[in-house]
């Protein structure tokens, strides 16, 4: 059975950082691609970034280029965000998902989740 825990979530002022992290297991990890989505309050949850299997290809959200970083260690089983310059508009709960591709998890056409990290920015 995958699972998927994630982790590093907390309260950061404006203009701080975060290094968010998920564990996976349950199967090969470095066959499959990773990201993380994130809901904030009252909204749908929205595609943040993803990588794919051999860390070539990424994706990012257009709000979070230049500021969030996704990397993976695929000898740890773990996929990391790191979150620099961080906005009150980023406060939401982050979640890591699996998928075939990273177009797989762009479109949110996947089966795993996390249960979520939350990731709150004061002002």
């Known amino acids: 059975q995958v699972q998927l825990v994630e982790s590093g979530g907390g309260l950061v002022q404006a203009g701080g950082s975060l290094r968010l992290s998920c564990a996976a297991s349950g199967r090969t990890f470095s066959n499959y691609a990773m990201g993380w989505f994130r809901q904030a309050p009252g909204k749908e949850r929205e595609f943040v970034c993803a990588i794919n299997w051999g860390a070539y290809n990424t994706r990012y959200t257009d709000s979070v280029k230049g500021r969030f970083t996704i990397s993976r260690d695929n000898a740890k089983n773990i996929v990391y965000l790191q979150m620099n310059s961080l906005k009150p508009e980023d406060t939401a709960v982050y979640y890591c998902?699996?998928?075939?591709?990273?177009?797989?998890?762009?479109?949110?056409?996947?089966?795993?989740w996390g249960q979520g990290t939350q990731v709150t920015v004061s002002s």
């Open positions: 998902t699996t998928g075939a591709s990273v177009t797989t998890i762009v479109i949110g056409a996947t089966d795993y």
